[in-house]
């Protein structure tokens, strides 16, 4: 049961991250206008950030229960800890330097969370087929 809920947990959000990875951003800068994409954005990713970061945890503590500390473990553990880095630490930088104009640092800084956050799929593949 609690394996079935681990996997479970994990399609889940696998499946939020590829929504909001390929439809919710993407379609965010078609239909609205810069103005409000940037407003809609910084307003959802927190959220995106705090609820994949609550079911990475709830996953890395029922695996933590089962005491399984193999491979899925740490690979769900990077994840968690990625979703809090990106939430806490790189997406203030990510905002700061567009508000301050600096595009260069703006895009190096927006590369790396979307390098993190096709990783992160990349780990949830791997946990889910092994």
Same mark, same amino acid.
């Given at each position: 049961? *609690?394996?079935q809920?681990?996997?479970y947990?994990?399609s889940?959000?696998?499946?939020i991250?590829?929504?909001f990875s390929?439809?919710?951003?993407p379609?965010?800068?078609?239909f609205l206008n810069e103005k409000?994409?940037?407003? #809609?954005?910084?307003?959802?990713?927190p959220?995106y $950030?705090?609820?994949n970061?609550s079911?990475s945890l709830?996953?890395?503590?029922?695996?933590? $229960?089962?005491?399984t #500390?193999?491979?899925?473990?740490?690979?769900?553990? !990077? *994840?968690? *800890?990625?979703?809090f880095?990106?939430?806490? #630490?790189?997406?203030?930088?990510?905002?700061?330097f =567009?508000?301050?104009g600096?595009?260069? =640092?703006f895009?190096? !800084?927006?590369f790396?969370s979307?390098?993190?956050?096709?990783?992160q799929?990349?780990?949830?593949?791997i946990?889910? *087929?092994?």
């Amino acid at each position: 049961m *609690i394996e079935q809920s681990i996997t479970y947990l994990t399609s889940i959000l696998l499946g939020i991250m590829l929504f909001f990875s390929f439809v919710v951003a993407p379609s965010t800068f078609r239909f609205l206008n810069e103005k409000y994409a940037r407003k #809609f954005i910084r307003g959802i990713f927190p959220l995106y $950030y705090i609820l994949n970061l609550s079911i990475s945890l709830i996953v890395v503590m029922l695996i933590t $229960y089962l005491s399984t #500390f193999g491979f899925k473990f740490y690979l769900m553990l !990077s *994840i968690c *800890i990625l979703f809090f880095i990106s939430n806490f #630490f790189l997406m203030p930088v990510i905002n700061k330097f =567009k508000d301050e104009g600096k595009e260069k =640092k703006f895009k190096i !800084s927006h590369f790396i969370s979307v390098v993190i956050n096709f990783l992160q799929i990349i780990f949830l593949i791997i946990i889910l *087929i092994k």
